[in-house]
């Protein structure tokens, strides 16, 4: 789960323009990553789908990042047929949309049972009041991750944390190991998740709070 960027529009009419002809096509779903980022199948083709204009806590954050994931994982069983609305393609190649179950925006079903931020860095192309008065919502009846005491670190600075430690990271873990580990050689997801909390963060290449992602 990591930043979009998404280019500016250059006039607020090709904005618009680029709204009402973002393609939408039908997929299945075929795992869900975290709680803003699911592999479909369309046919024989999968795409890895970061959901647009909002940001859920990373999976390997302490707090509410396996809750996020848990949650999208109830609206988007495996299997599940959706509707890909897409708006960009980000720096690491997975397309950003919004994903519609039947008539529900998953997007704003996720900001408005608490389980993702809106990323008002990246909230062009959605319907910024929606959002905006999912989000509010959410936080006046402290739903989800606004039920936390104290609050929570907001995942954009946690990545933006992360990245400043692992200049400074050792090849062993928190724990102190100095063992090292390949994707290939560890077998599962789950495990591979395990080993990203525990301080293996070079399993993380692209930094989006997820290790070994082939492995899903």
Known sequence: MLFYPIKKFLLPFLSISFIWAAPSYAASVLSVGDGDTITITNGAQKTKVRLACIDAPETSQATYGMESRQALQ?????????TVRTKATDRYGRTVGEILK??????????????????????????R???????NDARLRKLGLWSVPGGIQRPWDYRRGRKGSSSTYS??????????????????WDKA???LK????????????EACEFLM
């Not at 389980?115 to 062009?124: H, L, M, P, R």
């Not at 090849?171 to 599962?188: L, M, N, T, V």
């Not at 070079?202 to 709070?209: F, K």
């Open 74 to 82: 109830k609206l988007l069983p495996i299997g599940s047929e959706v």
């Open 129 to 135: 009041q929606t959002y905006s008065r999912l989000e």
């Open 171 to 188: 090849s062993g873990s928190s724990s102190g190991s100095s063992a090292k580990y390949r994707c290939k050689e560890i077998g599962s």
């Open 198 to 209: 525990q301080g293996h963060t070079y399993l993380d290449r692209d930094g989006d709070g």
């Open 102 to 127: 039947g008539s529900t925006n998953i997007n704003q079903q996720q900001v408005a049972s608490g389980n993702a931020f809106v990323y008002w860095q990246y909230i062009s192309g959605c319907d």
């Open 193 to 195: 998740q395990v080993l």
